[in-house]
């Protein structure tokens, strides 16, 4: 009798991979896997003998590939760039035609538009697929974002489906209680088909640009509760915990109210009092603004969010700065419960434009690209899963559920009564902060924005007429339609020209 073969495999068991496969093992999937050091894939499937659907290790590419059902369906999980392009290469001369590669890792959409483009022409099918929610999303279930041959994905679909996170279908909430070999059962599944080639990887450096704006944010509502209030963490970490069950409601306020109430093992004091304040980054925040600035897309807020972890890095500088350079001598002296009823609104306002931003983004990308991304089902797939999960995002859902061509969610009907409501609150914190010397990028980038916005008129007209001035770049006139260009013929500088 021959062997069983496999549903599909993985290539790479570092952490992420690993939880991954146990994630489709957990579901009934025999899952086969590869690892370039052996011993890692040994010690992995020893560990786990167990699981419904099975795991089997294979120690060679030629073995784990002919382990594979046809077609194959291969999920690759290394470093993105020249690492997946390698195992790519490793694998292709033991596919058939039709056979599916599958990278899940945080590729630059671009690389994944060139391999779908590349392995289409030797006739195998390539699915970029987004994967979020860390650890423990792949462990018990991310959000997923795949992309790619609409075919393709139909094959890898059930498993996909299977293996997302869930959340409830009436409320949009996630549904936990997952463990080892005990999957969530029911709900809606956080992955739906994004779009051809690189769509998927698009969708998911968004998110992960709307995730730095979200994090930075969260940072600055903890930096005036602290150098403006003078709060210890633990009292911030109450507040974040009590917001958490409001309309911040998401993972990141939830662990944010974990990390401030956390003593650190060592001390005993408070652990974020311990950690250095030296940001790290993977680049995909970069991405989204680089990406933003080349299709000239307004997304200030994550690209504020970007240069404060860029700011923080420099700490040497900014020590040596603080003995230098000085702030204003200001303190607060309001009502303190007020002051923070007020952040909470600031942090919900600049949350808001941020993932505006985020979703015009999108919505020019698939111009450039020729996609047509549903915005409402991205929306409802990060619901879940996903590190930037949270209540708000079904807002979001029924906002495109209500126009999917929305241009900009500021104009959604609710989105818009929300900021009228709480703008104030906004302003004054922005304000407050400014005053006393506590910066706030994010919050103070997301208010411009907003203002910048609403505004029918700015001055880009001066700055249209200094352009033609330098540079003959032409203007467009008030008084003249659209699209009819002029050019002033500009005296000396220091000389104005006067109508006669």
């Known amino acids: 009798m021959s062997e069983q073969l496999s549903d599909i495999g993985l290539v790479g068991l570092a952490v992420m991979g690993q939880n991954l496969a146990l994630n489709v093992a957990d579901h009934g999937f025999r899952i086969s896997v590869y690892n370039r050091t052996a011993a890692t894939m040994e010690k992995f499937v020893a560990e786990n003998p167990n699981t419904p659907g099975g795991l089997v290790g294979q120690t060679t590419i030629e073995a784990f590939v002919a382990s594979l059902k046809t077609p194959r369906k291969m999920i690759i999980l290394v470093k993105a760039g020249a690492p997946t392009d390698a195992v790519i290469e490793g694998l292709l001369p033991h596919l058939d035609q039709g056979d599916i590669v599958i990278d899940g890792g945080n590729a630059l ?21 987004g994967v979020s929610g860390g650890e423990e999303g792949a462990r018990f279930g991310p959000s997923l974002m795949p992309g790619g041959d609409p075919a393709a994905y139909k094959e890898i679909e059930p498993i996909w489906t299977a ?38 990887h698009y969708v998911k450096m968004v998110h992960n640009g709307i995730e730095y704006g979200d994090m930075q944010m969260i940072c600055e509502a903890y930096s005036i509760m602290k150098n403006l209030l003078g709060m210890a963490p633990g009292e911030i970490g109450d507040v974040f915990a009590e917001w958490n069950t409001g309309l911040l409601d998401s993972f990141l306020v939830e662990i944010t109210a974990d990390i401030l109430r956390q003593k650190d093992p060592v001390t005993g ?43 923080s890095a420099v700490k040497d500088e900014r020590v040596y700065a603080s003995t230098k350079l000085v702030g204003p001598s200001q303190t607060f002296t309001g009502d303190k419960k007020a002051m923070i009823a007020a952040i909470h609104d600031a942090l919900y306002c600049s949350k808001i434009c941020s993932y505006a931003q985020g979703f015009q983004l999108m919505r020019e990308a698939q111009k450039e690209y020729k996609w047509t991304l549903n915005f409402g089902e ?43 409501r709480t703008q104030g609150n ?48 032409t203007y467009e006139r008030t008084d003249q339609p659209r699209g009819k ?9 220091g000389r104005p020209q006067i109508a006669s």
């Not at 260009?485 to 500088?493: A, C, K, M, S």
């Open 109 to 129: 959409w671009t690389d994944t538009i060139r391999r779908e483009k590349d392995l289409a022409a030797k006739g195998f099918r390539f699915i970029g697929s």
């Open 163 to 200: 293996i997302a996170a869930k959340v409830d279908a009436v409320t949009g909430k996630p549904i936990d209680g997952a463990s080892p070999g005990k999957p969530v059962v029911g709900g809606v599944s956080c992955s739906t088909y994004i779009g051809p080639n690189g769509a998927g």
């Open 269 to 311: 004091a408070p652990f974020v009092d311990i950690v250095l304040d030296t940001a790290g980054q993977k680049g995909t925040g970069k991405w989204t603004s680089v990406n933003a600035l080349d299709m000239g897309v307004p997304a200030p807020t994550v690209a504020e969010a970007v240069f404060a972890r860029c700011l």
């Open 378 to 420: 991205i929306a409802q797939i990060w619901r879940g899963g996903c590190i930037i999960r949270a209540r708000f995002l079904q807002k979001i859902t029924e906002a495109f559920g209500r126009d999917g061509k929305l241009a900009n969610l500021l104009l959604d009907e609710f989105f818009n009564s929300e900021i009228q």
């Open 426 to 473: 906004w302003r004054k914190v922005i304000a407050e902060a400014t005053l006393c010397g506590i910066p706030v990028p994010t919050f103070s980038s997301a208010l411009s924005y907003y203002d910048g916005y609403r505004s029918a008129s700015l001055p880009a007209n001066l700055l249209q007429a200094q352009r033609d001035f330098f540079g003959a770049h």
């Open 485 to 493: 260009f002029f050019h002033l013929d500009w005296p000396e500088p």
